[in-house]
């Protein structure tokens, strides 16, 4: 590990095993049993930390609602301030930080940069946005009256977040609930909780150089049981939750029987369709970044192509090839494109996948595989496949989180190939692949795409904080990240003043005394 300086950049974080001392990040609740770490680049373990009991959630709770009595009374430009000198914290560790992303996620160590510098670029979009948490003024129907509406800050934040972005889908939470005057509780994926102690020392390091209640930060680490405390908890108003759809779903229905707010950010089936007058060269670029970057284990991956027959044969080869091109192996070496699954259930179920897809009647155009021998020690190495399918089929219709893709053949116009990008459950990230407006258009059109997210020439993998960030049917329908988004994290209120001494009342009901 000290080779690519995993050692070194876990002193700087202050992330220490609990052999080594104390394993905690400031106001980290952290008093349970033992949950290890392991990397999936070569299977060691990378430390041990200790888990959140309920006692410790009940600890992180009231801090946080002590912390929000203070912080909501900060004006929001000084708010600003503090996400401010958390992006300055953030650029100095972002070397380090990326690193520890890169070992203990598995993804490339340019992709774990990369999603520090998201963390630094939210930073300094909440910092403008601090000071334009605008509210609208209405012309009243009464006399001598005037009416707007203003943004409150709301209470605790509850985020819980997947592996895949172990430290970014933290920042885009935080960094909007913090200028919006909230507080968060954090708890990142049990499969990467360095990162979240990682995280927690560099705000915590910002809290106290403001004099501020640590509560305005708090991590518990731990796994399912301690996301079910946070949605069925009151004292949280907004739970915003990153993974699976199978979770999202049980979430939704916990905050929603307590008639809390849910952000939801689920899983995706994100097809690029690639349209008779389709730039070849530029759609084998988007198409396998989309497809193989971060080992297929992006919410917005490329998991369909839906080819035009005319250019099917073409588009296929090119893709193919470029695949015999790809380097799989350690992502901290900058000559590997491809770096490991998180763990070997996820193994399972990319070989699942495969299987499944010959069962439904596909056919395999790009051999897949477990890897084994040196170097892929770990077992968490595998090959990107790729299969020829039908939409209908069961396994296309599921999101596999792995480096699977298949081609799917449509004929006629583009409405054809819409209805089978339409066609899954999920609704996250699309885009089309053409140079005719006129194909263009329809894509994003009322008929089109029915996605969050859809691109014209570009692929349908990552994307720029300034949008708004998310997708709509089984992907949860929540929004974050830029645009309006930091409006869910704030209560709307609608106020009212009369500046006269009559008291005329609305839609001119008569009410004499
Ligand atoms: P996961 O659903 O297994 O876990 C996500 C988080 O939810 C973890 O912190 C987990 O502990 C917690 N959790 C699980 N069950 C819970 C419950 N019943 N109550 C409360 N919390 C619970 O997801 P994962 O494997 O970590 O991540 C992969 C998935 O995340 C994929 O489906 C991917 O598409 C999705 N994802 C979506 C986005 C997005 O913005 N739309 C971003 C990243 C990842």
Known sequence: TSQFGIKEALAQLGVKDINEGTSTGLHHFANGEILESFSPVDGKLIGSVKMSTSQDYEKAILSATAAFKTFRLMPAPQRGEIVRQFGEKLRQNKEALGKLVSYEMGKSLQEGYGEVQEMIDICDFAVGLSRQLHGLTMHSERPGHRMYEQYHPMGVVGIISAFNFPVAVWAWNTALAWICGDVCIWKPSEKTPLCGIACQNIIAEVIKENNLPEGISC?????????ELMTSDTRIPLISATGSTRMGK???QAVAARLGKSL???????AIIVTPDADIKMTVIGAVFGAVGTAGQ???????????????????DAIVSAYKQLKIGNPLDENNHVGPLIDTDAVKMYSAALDKVVEEGGTILVEGGVLTGEGYESGCYVKPAIALAQNSFEIVQHETFAPVLYLIKYSGDVDNAL????GVGQGLSSAIMTNNLREAERFLSVVGSDCGIANVNIGTSGAE?????????DTGGGRESGSDAWKIYMRRQTNT???????PLAQGIKFDL
């Open 219 to 227: 991590l518990i680490n731990g796994d399912y049981k301690l996301g």
């Open 250 to 252: 049980i979430v939704a």
């Open 264 to 270: 939801l950010e689920l899983g995706g089936n994100n």
């Open 298 to 316: 992006r919410c917005t991956s490329t998991r369909r192509l839906i080819i035009h027959e005319s250019v099917f044969e073409k588009v296929k």
């Open 419 to 422: 209805e089978y990008q339409n």
């Open 465 to 473: 904080i300034g949008g708004a960030f998310g997708g709509e049917k």
């Open 497 to 503: 003043i009369n500046y006269t001494t009559s008291l």
